[in-house]
């Protein structure tokens, strides 16, 4: 990933719009917004070298903030990058040399197997009650209920509670000043400590998607420094599902099983897109995309679609407007 990239400053309205001519199609970029409108959409974001090609609202304004859902997985997986580099874990460690024995419903010498990394790719073996389904690495199973203590791992790494250690690391040097972890009501786990739900917006999930375009870095800053991590968050991280890096969704791959199937489809997860295409994917259709090789950042936040084919429409519309 590389260019010439535009960080936009720390004041979102003050964020630059790009020269569309010669390379957008202001006609097929309109149509796109129509397009994403009538889809239940409410925000719509579409950076390409940082700058705003196109940004719309539906019932809401740049400042409203949502609940991403699971997209929320992508920025832990970040996070937990940062942590590693920073000395305070290590993937391959079992998490329950974070957490302590007992975090889930297998014995103990089952239970010692299970690394970070395992929770990372999806491929602890356990099932969403934390029983034991498989040994680990056995089968790519996308595990939510697994995932949420990465967030309790990086928080006992660090001493202090997930939405400090985030501001301190993430999103306060790259100034995503509307995101928040929030307790989810009436979602606990076991031991009473709520799970958080990542609040967010197009805009500052913009600036996470250029970071990302950036390795890591923010104007001359290194935010992400251990490259070896990310280059590998978004990657293959198994076998099981080529599709699948740390916590990320990736394109261009011979097969891929989604988040609700257990079976392997044959083709591209994202068949009109890029082959370089990396999304971060959340319940009722929250996407953010990246595509390295054209700079571009694109962001969708609202409700579900309802159209099984609105994603592969969305990428149409986008190759006929760039």
Same mark, same amino acid.
């Given at each position: %990933?590389?260019?010439?990239? *535009?960080?936009?400053?720390?004041? !979102?309205?003050?964020?630059?719009? $790009?020269?569309?001519?010669?390379?957008?199609?202001?006609?097929?970029?309109?149509?796109?917004?129509?397009? &994403?409108?009538?889809?239940?959409?409410?925000?719509?974001?579409?950076?390409?070298?940082?700058?705003?090609?196109?940004?719309?609202?539906?019932?809401? /304004?740049?400042?409203?903030? *949502?609940? &991403?859902?699971? +997209?929320?997985?992508?920025?832990?997986?970040?996070?937990?990058?940062? @942590?590693?580099?920073? #000395?305070?874990?290590?993937?391959? !460690?079992?998490?329950?040399?974070?957490?302590?024995?007992?975090? /889930?419903? &297998?014995?103990?010498?089952?239970?010692?197997?299970?690394?970070?990394?395992?929770?990372?790719? %999806? !491929?602890?073996?356990?099932?969403?009650?934390? =029983?034991?389904?498989?040994?680990?690495?056995?089968?790519?199973?996308?595990? /939510?209920?697994?995932?949420?203590?990465?967030?309790?791992?990086?928080?006992?790494?660090?001493?202090?509670?997930?939405?400090?250690?985030?501001? =301190?690391?993430?999103?306060?040097?790259?100034? %995503?000043?509307?995101?928040?972890?929030?307790?989810?009501?009436?979602?606990?786990?076991?031991?009473?400590?709520?799970?958080?739900?990542?609040?967010?917006?197009?805009?500052? +999930?913009?600036?996470?998607?250029?970071? %990302?375009?950036? !390795?890591?870095?923010?104007?001359?800053?290194?935010?992400?420094?251990?490259?070896?991590?990310?280059? $590998?968050?978004?990657?293959?991280?198994?076998?099981?599902?080529?599709?699948?890096?740390?916590?990320?969704?990736?394109? #261009?791959?011979?097969?891929?099983?989604?988040?609700?199937?257990?079976?392997?489809?044959? #083709?591209?997860?994202?068949?009109? @897109?890029?082959?370089?295409?990396? @999304?971060?994917?959340?319940?009722?259709?929250?996407?953010?995309?990246?595509?390295?090789?054209?700079?571009?950042?694109?962001?969708?936040? #609202?409700?579900?679609?309802?159209?099984?084919?609105?994603?592969?429409?969305?990428?149409?519309?986008?190759?006929?407007?760039?």
């Amino acid at each position: %990933m590389h260019g010439n990239l *535009y960080f936009p400053p720390s004041e !979102n309205g003050k964020w630059e719009f $790009a020269d569309l001519s010669p390379k957008w199609d202001t006609a097929r970029l309109d149509e796109i917004i129509n397009y &994403v409108g009538q889809h239940h959409t409410r925000q719509f974001l579409i950076l390409s070298y940082g700058r705003i090609v196109k940004e719309a609202y539906w019932d809401s /304004t740049p400042e409203s903030t *949502y609940d &991403v859902f699971s +997209l929320q997985k992508s920025l832990v997986s970040i996070l937990v990058g940062i @942590a590693q580099e920073k #000395g305070l874990i290590d993937i391959h !460690n079992p998490v329950s040399a974070y957490l302590g024995a007992g975090w /889930t419903q &297998v014995s103990p010498d089952e239970e010692i197997q299970i690394t970070i990394r395992h929770l990372l790719s %999806m !491929n602890s073996g356990l099932d969403e009650t934390l =029983k034991r389904e498989t040994d680990p690495e056995s089968v790519w199973f996308y595990n /939510t209920p697994a995932y949420h203590y990465l967030k309790k791992v990086i928080a006992s790494a660090a001493c202090s509670d997930l939405q400090e250690a985030a501001e =301190k690391w993430l999103t306060r040097p790259i100034n %995503m000043s509307d995101t928040t972890w929030v307790p989810r009501e009436n979602w606990v786990f076991p031991d009473g400590t709520p799970i958080v739900a990542l609040q967010t917006n197009a805009r500052d +999930l913009g600036r996470f998607g250029l970071l %990302m375009l950036a !390795n890591g870095r923010w104007k001359n800053e290194a935010v992400i420094k251990d490259q070896s991590y990310l280059s $590998a968050a978004l990657k293959s991280s198994q076998q099981l599902n080529t599709a699948y890096g740390y916590l990320w969704w990736l394109n #261009g791959k011979k097969a891929f099983q989604t988040a609700i199937s257990r079976t392997i489809s044959p #083709g591209a997860y994202f068949p009109t @897109a890029p082959a370089d295409l990396i @999304a971060g994917l959340g319940f009722n259709d929250q996407k953010l995309f990246l595509v390295p090789s054209q700079e571009l950042v694109i962001v969708r936040l #609202g409700r579900p679609t309802e159209n099984s084919e609105f994603q592969d429409r969305l990428w149409s519309l986008l190759t006929d407007a760039c």
